[in-house]
Every structure is written in structure tokens, then in C-alpha cells.
């Protein structure tokens, strides 16, 4: 209503007036997601591979970029799309990458881990 009345000058020359405000309404209500990062502190540390920072470095750039978000950070691949500017089979493809040369330089074998190549 608020925005009706500040607004009424150009809402009130509108072909359907309520329509427009019933979209500006859904649009200003809508809960905007806001991407997750990992917290500042956490109060232990994780059980990591000591050579995996290192194996992370020697990634692409954006392959490191994808594995950080998606696994680290959680992300879903279609947020790592619109944030990284790339498709999201582009992110598909980037970390299945990144994981198989992840695996390759580390030694780990993905039947040991249950995950596919």
C-alpha cells in the first residue's frame, strides 16, 4: 500500500492497476537467498588430508573456485553458476575435474571411498 501511495501519480494512469501492484507486492515479499559461507570460527578442526591444501593449489583456478563452493561451502551448483558467471554443467564439469585430479595427486583410489571416478 505504502508503495501505491508514493507511487500513485504512475500506478493510477495504468491500464490494470491492481495487477501491477499484486506483482510489486509478491516481488518486495519475496525472501531473497542469500549465499552461505563457511563460519569464521568453528571450535575444532576437521579431520582433513594434510597434503590436500597444497593438491588445491595446484588445481586451476577455477576448479579450486568450484570445489571451495561446492564442497566446502555448500553450495549448490546452479548458486556456483550464477556467481562464478559460468553454465551450471560448466560447474559439472569443472569439479569432476578437480575431484579426479584431487584423487590422482593424492593417491586416493575412488573404490576406496565409495565415490564414482
Excluded at 594434510?50 to 561451502?73: F, G, N, S, T, Y
Excluded at 562464478?84 to 575431484?99: C, F, K
Amino acid at each position: 500500500m505504502l508503495f501505491a501511495w508514493e507511487n500513485w501519480v504512475s500506478v493510477q494512469s495504468m491500464a490494470n492497476p491492481v495487477g501491477y501492484l499484486y506483482r510489486v507486492a509478491q516481488s518486495k515479499s519475496r525472501q531473497r537467498r542469500v549465499p552461505r559461507l563457511l563460519g569464521a570460527t568453528t571450535p575444532t578442526l576437521p579431520d582433513y588430508e594434510p597434503d590436500l591444501v597444497a593438491a588445491l593449489k595446484r588445481l586451476p583456478r577455477r576448479q579450486r573456485e568450484v570445489v571451495w563452493l561446492v564442497h566446502a561451502c555448500g553450495w549448490k551448483h546452479i548458486e556456483c553458476s550464477e556467481t562464478l558467471g559460468i553454465s551450471a554443467s560448466a560447474v559439472s564439469t569443472h569439479l569432476t575435474r578437480a575431484l579426479k585430479a584431487l584423487r590422482v595427486d593424492l593417491g586416493v583410489d575412488s573404490h576406496e571411498t565409495g565415490d564414482r571416478p
